[in-house]
């Protein structure tokens, strides 16, 4: 299809060396190791991982450093490792009501039953460079530092956490979730295909660009969508993974993961069927992730207006197949990025329409002007 170019692969080579150069950058400067990636760009790489869809805190480190720091190259490189693992079987669904919390907080309620835990947040301090930070070595820790208030020691029992919108449920203030009966699809082995049901819409959006889901979940909140949210909890700790184990008849722990989760409540004004109730968003993700698991419980609802019976207003972010086919950040980069590689021979053929209708044009022009 393309015209080829002599010496094109010795400049691809070329290419790749110059790329290894610069990813190391001066070489009077220490190399970033994986461990420092995972322990001090822990946001970064729980993008990876989420984004990725393959839970390893060191792997998402390795292509951060491999893609230079840019996340979606870094996640391309995750997904297409993830495509060569084995599957040796599947876990069971995680308890999140069971999570050991590092922060839990509710935007609807203050005394929240069990308590809020501030945890590791961004949300107050001030927006100012800390010079501090480049300094060399580490601040000395302060005098009685150690688990914040409200956060258990390794070991320790996780104190009970019961979810906020259980309370609303207890009154019927908010609409009832059911469990889906059948197992849903999983979209890492399986294509998308539309109408998609809410699982296979949770897994779109988890996988999808944090940027878009945002910009989603922003349209929501200006009014494209009519869905006024309130955070009823969003909460950050570790669960246990549990698997079935054949052989042995019982689940076993097989290890603890890390993940943030979001529940929403939302207006509703009800409906023919549905009487005047608050109704429900819903984000998870790997990691500590909260601004993609607040954006993705803002889209969730207004992706449920079919479901709720309400008008579709014709936003964005209430048309299912312009969010699904355009979140995943993957095929949207190779859609893009494709276009710098050689189009020659469709440039060609481009080049000698215009030609022959601008000669046409020309021809049409002399003749007119001669009559």
């Not at 469709?346 to 000698?352: A, I, N, V």
Request: charged residues 25%; glycine residues 8%; aromatic residues 8%.
């Amino acid at each position: 299809m393309y015209v080829a170019v002599k010496g094109g692969e010795r400049a691809i080579d070329a290419a790749h060396d110059w790329l290894a150069e610069e990813r190391r950058g001066s070489p009077e400067i220490a190399e970033l190791s994986i461990a420092q990636i995972r322990e001090q760009l822990a946001l970064a790489v729980n993008r990876v991982m989420a984004e990725g869809s393959l839970y390893d805190p060191d792997l998402a480190a390795l292509a951060i450093k491999q893609a230079r720091g840019d996340l979606i190259e870094a996640i391309f490189l995750i997904r297409a490792y993830r495509t060569t693992l084995p599957r040796f079987g599947s876990s069971l669904p995680v308890e999140t009501n069971h999570m050991a919390c590092t922060r839990r907080i509710s935007a609807t309620f203050k005394d929240a039953p069990g308590g809020q835990i501030l945890g590791p947040t961004f949300d107050y301090t001030h927006r100012l460079l800390d010079f501090a930070l480049m300094a060399e070595g580490l601040p000395a820790a302060a005098p009685g530092s150690g688990a914040p208030e409200g956060v258990t020691s390794p070991g320790a029992p996780p104190p009970e956490m019961p979810r906020i919108t259980d309370f609303l449920n207890r009154d019927g203030l908010i609409q009832e979730e059911h469990p889906d009966a059948e197992t849903p699809p999983d979209l890492t082995r399986e294509p998308l295909e539309f109408p998609a049901n809410r699982a296979l819409r949770l897994q779109a959006i988890t996988r999808g660009d944090e940027g878009f889901i945002l910009g989603m979940a922003y349209s929501t909140q200006r009014g494209y969508g009519r869905n006024h949210p309130f955070v009823g909890e969003l909460r950050f700790g570790t669960v246990s993974v549990e698997a079935e184990i054949p052989e042995l008849g019982f689940s076993i722990e097989i290890g603890d993961i890390e993940l943030t989760e979001c529940e929403t409540v939302n207006q509703f004004t009800g409906s023919k069927t549905e009487p005047p109730q608050f109704t429900r968003g819903y984000g998870l993700t790997f990691g500590h992730t909260e601004r993609k698991a607040i954006s993705m419980a803002l889209v969730d609802r207004a992706l449920r207006w079919e479901e709720l019976g309400e008008d579709n207003a014709g936003v964005p972010a209430q048309d299912e197949e312009f969010v699904l086919s355009h979140s995943d950040n993957i095929q949207g980069t190779g859609f893009l990025e494709h276009i710098k590689l050689p189009h020659y021979v469709d440039f060609q053929s481009e080049l000698e329409l215009i030609r022959k209708l601008r000669a046409e044009a020309q021809a049409a022009m002399h003749q007119e002007a001669a009559e």
